[in-house]
């Protein structure tokens, strides 16, 4: 049974600071590694995908990963109240389409 | 450029009728996923279609759910008869490739068998 766990949260920062997220997955022939945005009663929306080992950054947002310990991670810079939502880390198989969810960390900002 | 739409965005239906959800992918994208969220559990992969086929159906749960997508664009999920455990909410996905291919979703369907 493949899975993807995260920590349930909630993780409460305090604006300006860093949120650190993290999830790690139990197949090792995973290849592909997204994280999405899901406000409460919306849909997920992808804000940050990572295919090699090492950092990838966008604006505020860096995802790094780590194969060998099967390990994958979000952080936020300079957190915001408008980034309170739940997280979900979901990973790809390869060869295979559809994407496997851990359950989602919820993140709140604290003004 | 339209995102994911489905419909209804809400169906309430008695134990044993019959529901019928509808997903209109992003033009352009042959590869269409529905998935499920029942309360307190993740997001669950139910099929894959590409193009008109059904590429994986492996997390369908039973004989009850089918989908269909007839001429490759939209799809739709029939649940006949429903019962209690089939509540939760729908997402619809799409995306260019399969792989790893970004997938963006619909707002979801909830559905609620009382």
């Known amino acids: 049974q493949k899975e993807v766990e995260q920590n349930s949260g909630p993780l409460s920062v305090p604006e300006g600071a860093i949120a650190s997220l993290n999830c790690t997955y139990s197949d090792r022939g995973s290849q592909s590694f997204f994280w999405y945005r899901q406000y409460s009663g919306k849909s997920p929306e992808l804000i940050m995908f990572?295919?090699?080992?090492g950092d990838k950054e966008d604006g505020r947002f860096t995802a790094q990963l780590n194969k060998a310990s099967q390990y994958v991670s979000l952080l936020i810079r300079d957190s915001q109240p408008s980034d309170s939502a739940t997280y979900l880390c979901a990973v790809n198989g390869g060869s295979q389409g559809n994407l496997i969810f851990g359950k989602g960390t919820k993140l709140s900002v604290k003004p | 450029e339209a995102g994911v739409t489905q419909f209804p965005s809400h169906s309430v239906i008695e134990k044993g009728q019959t529901v019928t959800l509808r997903c209109d992918p992003i033009?352009?994208?042959?590869?269409l996923y529905w998935y499920r969220r029942v309360m307190g559990k993740e997001i669950k992969f139910l099929l894959h279609?590409?193009?008109?086929?059904?590429?994986?159906e492996s997390g369908m749960p039973n004989n009850r759910f089918l989908a269909e997508r007839t001429g490759g664009t939209y799809s739709t999920l029939k649940v006949q008869p429903a019962e209690l455990e089939d509540s939760g909410v729908y997402f619809c996905?799409?995306?260019?490739?399969?792989?790893?291919?970004?997938?963006?979703f619909g707002p979801g369907t909830r559905l609620t068998v009382t």
């Open positions: 990572i295919y090699s080992n």
């Open positions: 279609f590409v193009k008109e086929s059904k590429q994986d």
């Open positions: 033009s352009g994208h042959d590869n």
């Open positions: 996905a799409s995306s260019q490739g399969t792989g790893g291919y970004e997938q963006y």
